[in-house]
T-cell receptor, first 113, second 112 residues
Framework: SQQGEEDPQALSIQEGENATMNCSYK?????LQWYRQNSGRGLVHLIL?????REKHSGRLRVTLDTSKKSSSLLITASRAADTASYFC?????????????FGKGTHLIIQP | NAGVTQTPKFQVLKTGQSMTLQCAQD?????MSWYRQDPGMGLRLIHY???????DQGEVPNGYNVSRSTTEDFPLRLLSAAPSQTSVYFC???????????FGAGTRLSVL
């Protein structure tokens, strides 16, 4: 069954504002990753945070991880129209094996110009 | 490098027909996976492979077969297509460390 659940399912903000998306998961993980999907395209990896990390930055992206609450958040600062896309969290579950990632259902982000 | 290449981009099948979705990667990645994406469901893992000659089932394997004869190729076979297999299919590859997935552009499949 799917592990991650993103919140909100959809988010519409004005260009220049910050966008925050949340993800919850159920089992122990090695790492948690965020991906972006533009309409009609494949997923693109954005950022990875390991289970022993609490916060990570990459450009305008900030990811936090709280393993005690089994949750993560993705913050996109100073949003741009080009950030309009669906964003998915995905977990690499611990316990051995490389059996793909477990994806959430995604947050659809719309940036209004 | 082309990355992960999927063919075809679009396909329409009739119920009961069989077909193979092709996936190739040129990054020498050990791991390869197939996912399907349905509206409101996110991505679900169908089958995966940790190396040539090794495959295993994911969350939704029924109705699909895979093989991995080379590191580069990981085809997905639909044995007898059903309308429930109408979906967008994504192939992905990754290195063993940290499992960052590189996705193909997808195959949009409709089964009538």
């Amino acid at each position: 069954s799917q592990q991650g659940e993103e919140d909100p399912q959809a988010l519409s903000i004005q260009e220049g504002e910050n966008a925050t998306m949340n993800c919850s998961y159920k089992t122990s993980i090695n790492n948690l990753q965020w991906y972006r999907q533009n309409s009609g395209r494949g997923l693109v990896h954005l950022i990875l945070i390991r289970s022993n990390e609490r916060e990570k930055h990459s450009g305008r992206l900030r990811v936090t991880l709280d393993t005690s609450k089994k949750s993560s958040s993705l913050l996109i600062t100073a949003s741009r129209a080009a950030d309009t896309a669906s964003y998915f969290c995905a977990t690499d579950e611990s316990g051995g094996g490389a059996d793909g990632l477990t994806f959430g259902k995604g947050t659809h982000l719309i940036i209004q110009p | 490098n082309a990355g992960v290449t999927q063919t075809p981009k679009f396909q329409v099948l009739k119920t009961g027909q069989s077909m193979t979705l092709q996936c190739a990667q040129d990054m020498n990645h050990e791991y390869m996976s197939w996912y399907r994406q349905d509206p409101g469901m996110g991505l679900r893992l169908i089958h995966y492979s940790v190396g040539a000659g090794i495959t295993d089932q994911g969350e939704v394997p029924n109705g699909y077969n895979v093989s991995r004869s080379t590191t580069e190729d990981f085809p997905l076979r639909l044995l007898s297509a059903a309308p429930s297999q109408t979906s967008v299919y994504f192939c992905a590859s990754s290195l063993s460390t940290e499992n960052i997935q590189y996705f193909g552009a997808g195959t949009r499949l409709s089964v009538l």
